[in-house]
């Protein structure tokens, strides 16, 4: 998604008497309300503010990242291949997450084809398949088999249906604590998020966080102007998808807190990588979603900027205090999201009932319960 106003999505809410609301989709003036209003429309000057912070080539401003054990969740195709793309270009040993070793093998073989200068030893395949806490918990026992610590952690994989926080933070826990001792350390933990936050939720949306009802009904009613207007445009749940990207930001802005708190040098920042034109996003509107995805759209790689701003750039560290606990939106701004990541009661009821809710499962599957900070 990207960025968006504010504002509601309909400019002029006085109508004259016996008017309809929602007017016939063949009226005049519809489709020029919906492409005014809904957050995707805006991507033009997502890319003219390419360089208010980092150039379209974040190579360049990228550190060398030669000794530095990197995760990236979902780092098989689109953002999260263009991620893990960047940070094997700069020399860090990066392992990226995909469900089947024939979808691992076709990564190495397009990211080493068409970069040459990747060195394939530094591309290492972890099997994960978010969908299932015990393969979460089966990938980060490997990583910690092979690895004594972890120094960037991207929780890039989600669906635009609706799945959130991919939980496989649970594996920093240790790998991100171990790498803080090491001489010149800079760990950092990256989570995506959306501008959808903000853009698709009203300011006031009763969030249900506080109750761990919200893991099995996330949503607790739609917001009229998805109701009546934009899901016109789409054919996927965006509320959803909205709910569980507030969660991702929420999730972020609180592992922060609990890092200061233990005084743990580590940096927990959320970013919206833009809207953009990866394979995710291909199907999941009508014919004028996908006039604007193919016209206005970010490229994958422009898409993995953020990210990787984010995860490495030296103004980061040098700013702790600036980014840390912050949302990011392209390409390094800080931007202030949805009113709720300041209700306390929100925020800690989504992290307390997501690791209690989480350990039971785990207990079922005879498995140990997520690891804390």
Avoid at 182 to 191: L, W
Avoid at 293 to 320: H, K, W, Y
């Amino acid at each position: 998604m990207v960025e968006s106003a504010k504002a509601s999505i309909v400019p002029n809410r006085t109508r004259p008497k016996g008017q309809r609301l929602h007017p016939n989709p063949q009226l005049p003036g519809r489709d020029e309300v919906i492409r005014s209003q809904i957050p995707e429309l805006q991507q033009v000057e997502e890319k003219k503010a390419a360089q208010d912070v980092w150039k379209v080539d974040p190579l360049t401003d990228m550190p060398n990242l030669e000794g530095k054990v990197v995760v990236v969740t979902g780092g098989n195709a689109g953002i999260g291949l263009s991620t893990v793309k960047y940070l094997a270009l700069r020399g860090a040993k990066v392992y990226f997450t995909a469900r089947s070793k024939a979808k691992a093998d076709e990564t190495r073989t397009v990211l080493t084809a068409e970069n040459p200068a990747i060195n394939t030893a530094n591309l290492h395949w972890l099997p994960l398949d978010l969908a299932d806490l015990k393969s979460v918990a089966s990938a980060v026992e490997e990583l910690k088999s092979k690895e004594t610590r972890v120094d960037i952690l991207i929780n890039n994989a989600g669906l635009a249906s609706g799945n959130g926080n991919d939980g496989f933070w649970v594996g920093m826990a240790h790998g991100g604590q171990e790498a803080t001792k090491q001489p010149g350390a800079d760990v950092r933990i990256i989570t995506l998020s959306s501008n959808v936050n903000y853009a698709m939720l009203p300011s006031n949306y009763g969030f249900t966080f506080d109750s761990a009802s919200f893991l099995t009904k996330p949503v607790p009613y739609y917001p009229w102007q998805w109701r009546y207007i934009i899901s016109r445009i789409f054919v996927v749940d965006m509320i959803r998808y909205a709910v569980s990207k507030v969660a991702n930001l929420l999730f972020a802005q609180e592992l922060q807190r609990i890092l200061d708190e233990q005084g743990l040098p580590m940096l927990s920042i959320s970013v919206h990588p833009g809207g953009v034109a990866s394979p995710g996003s291909k199907d999941i509107g009508n014919s004028l979603f996908s006039l604007v995805r193919s016209a206005a759209f970010l490229t994958v790689d422009q898409g993995a900027i953020t990210s990787v701003f984010a995860a490495t750039a030296a103004e980061v560290r040098e700013n702790a205090d600036k980014y840390k606990g912050r949302y990011l939106e392209p390409f390094g701004k800080i931007v202030t999201p949805n009113p709720v990541a300041k209700n306390e009661k929100q925020v800690r009821g989504m992290w307390e009932h997501t690791t209690v809710e989480a350990n039971k499962y785990l207990a079922t599957l005879g498995l140990a319960p997520l690891q804390e900070w």
